[in-house]
């Protein structure tokens, strides 16, 4: 059986970010007129189906970014595939403090939901979903983002050895 489609997958996951109100909300975009554009709008100028560092020069925004890796793992004497899909949610600085009512950066509130999203769901037929890394990292003095990394697998097709 053939693996998923990787660009369906992601596009998936996007999908979910960009229809959860509170993640569109935090990302605070200067590209969304809350008001009157569809969160979709979002996609490609705020939410990225691959890993991109934004043009610092133009704009200081909120970006959410994920790739998808694919292993493969032995277990019950089959070979399955295992995905572990990162995402970064990546401020500049002069955006990364929030309403006081949030009492957490943007990064942070916007991880914290991230996880509440995705952590323990099943897509595609997969195991839940877990969340095994969460760190924050300083991508230059500008920028800076906290990665997440969940894994699952799918359970549904063993994968052939090759």
């Given at each position: 059986m053939p693996m998923i489609?990787?660009?369906?997958?992601?596009?998936?996951?996007?999908?979910?970010?960009?229809?959860?109100?509170?993640?569109?909300?935090?990302?605070?975009?200067?590209?969304?007129?809350?008001?009157?554009?569809?969160?979709?709008?979002?996609?490609?100028?705020?939410?990225?189906?691959?890993?991109?560092?934004?043009?610092?020069?133009?704009?200081?925004?909120?970006?959410?970014?994920?790739?998808?890796?694919?292993?493969?793992?032995?277990?019950?004497?089959?070979?399955?595939?295992?995905?572990?899909?990162?995402?970064?949610?990546?401020?500049?600085?002069?955006?990364?403090?929030?309403?006081?009512?949030?009492?957490?950066?943007?990064?942070?509130?916007?991880?914290?939901?991230?996880?509440?999203?995705?952590?323990?769901?099943?897509?595609?037929?997969?195991?839940?979903?877990?969340?095994?890394?969460?760190?924050?990292?300083?991508?230059?003095?500008?920028?800076?983002?906290?990665?997440?990394?969940?894994?699952?697998?799918?359970?549904?097709?063993?994968?052939?050895?090759?």
């Amino acid at each position: 059986m053939p693996m998923i489609d990787v660009s369906k997958y992601k596009m998936e996951l996007l999908s979910d970010i960009y229809n959860t109100p509170m993640i569109v909300e935090a990302l605070d975009s200067q590209q969304l007129d809350v008001l009157n554009d569809e969160p979709d709008t979002l996609m490609y100028q705020n939410l990225f189906p691959f890993m991109r560092v934004p043009d610092t020069q133009n704009k200081a925004d909120t970006y959410i970014l994920l790739s998808v890796d694919i292993d493969k793992i032995n277990r019950n004497n089959k070979t399955y595939a295992l995905y572990q899909t990162t995402i970064w949610v990546l401020a500049h600085v002069d955006r990364m403090q929030m309403a006081e009512q949030y009492q957490a950066t943007r990064v942070d509130y916007i991880a914290t939901e991230l996880d509440n999203l995705f952590d323990g769901q099943r897509k595609f037929g997969f195991s839940e979903f877990e969340l095994i890394s969460n760190r924050e990292i300083l991508l230059n003095e500008k920028y800076l983002y906290r990665e997440l990394i969940f894994v699952c697998n799918d359970l549904r097709h063993p994968v052939t050895p090759i």
